[in-house]
C-alpha cells in the first residue's frame, strides 16, 4: 500500500509555486537557476549541480533508466529535496533518505486528477511529472529541454549519440500526449511557457489514433480536491 503523507507534503511544498521542468533535451543548457523551483526528471541532476544548485523534486517512473544510467543520478541524490518515483521502484532510494515520495503506476495515456490513485505514464517522463504538478497547484510551469525532437541525431543534451529508447517509436503519442497535459494545465490556469526549440511548439500537425481519446477531455472542467 502507498504512504500518501509524502504526496501531502509535497502539495503542500508546491502548492502555489512557480516551477521549472528540466528536461533532458539539448536545449535545458540554456537554463539557470532563478527564483522558480526546480523539478527534473531521469538525467536532469548532473545539470542542477554544475549550477551549485538543488532540486526541489525529482522525478523517475523507469526501472530503466536507474539499471542502465544510475551514474547520472546516484552521485547526487544528496541535491535532490523531493524524490518522486514509480512505487515499484522506490525502494532503490535508501529508506534513511528523507524525502521519498512513492507514486502507483496506472496506465498509459489517461490524465490522473489525483496522484494518491495513481499517474500515468503517457511514453514520457515529463508526463508523468506534470500530473504531480498539477495536483500539486503550482503557479506556473517553465519547461526547459523538452524539445521532443526524437528524429534529431543529438536528441538528450547528456548524449552525444542517439540512445536505444524502446519507447522512441511512440514519439507522435508522447508529443501529442504532453502537449495535451500542458492544456490541461492552463485550463486550470497556470501559466505555461516552453523555452526554446521544441516540437510541443511546432505547428505541423500530429495524427491522433484511437488511444489519444482516452486522456481526458479538456471540455471537463478539472475536479480539483482541496488541501485539507
Known amino acids: 500500500m ?28 540554456a537554463w ?7 523539478a527534473t526528471v531521469n538525467a536532469g541532476m548532473p545539470l542542477v549541480a554544475s549550477h551549485e544548485a538543488k532540486a526541489d523534486l525529482y522525478w523517475v517512473q523507469d526501472e530503466r533508466f536507474i539499471a542502465t544510467k544510475g551514474p547520472s543520478l546516484v552521485p547526487y541524490v544528496h541535491l535532490i529535496d523531493f524524490f518522486a518515483a514509480d512505487a515499484r521502484i522506490i525502494d532503490l532510494v535508501p529508506p534513511s533518505y528523507g524525502h521519498r515520495v512513492p507514486v502507483r503506476m496506472m496506465g498509459d495515456v489517461d490524465w490522473s486528477r489525483d496522484p494518491r490513485l495513481g499517474v500515468n505514464h503517457g511514453y514520457n517522463v515529463v508526463f508523468g511529472l506534470l500530473q504531480l504538478l498539477s495536483w500539486c497547484q503550482v503557479r506556473s510551469v517553465h519547461l526547459w529541454g523538452v524539445g ?81
Open 148 to 228: 521532443m525532437r526524437y528524429w534529431s541525431t543529438n536528441p538528450r543534451y547528456h548524449q552525444s549519440t542517439r540512445g536505444a529508447d524502446v519507447d522512441l517509436h511512440r514519439s507522435a503519442e508522447q508529443v501529442i500526449l504532453v502537449n495535451r497535459a500542458l492544456d490541461i494545465l492552463r485550463s486550470e490556469g497556470v501559466e505555461v511557457e516552453v523555452h526554446g526549440p521544441s516540437a510541443l511548439t511546432d505547428f505541423a500537425p500530429l495524427p491522433q489514433g484511437q488511444w489519444a481519446g482516452q486522456v481526458a477531455p479538456l471540455t471537463t472542467p478539472p475536479t480539483r480536491i482541496q488541501p485539507t
Open 32 to 38: 539557470t537557476p532563478g527564483d522558480r523551483a526546480i
Open 2 to 29: 502507498v504512504d500518501f503523507q509524502p504526496l501531502e507534503q509535497l502539495r503542500e511544498r508546491f502548492t502555489g509555486a512557480e516551477v521549472d521542468v528540466l528536461g533532458n533535451g539539448p536545449t535545458v543548457a
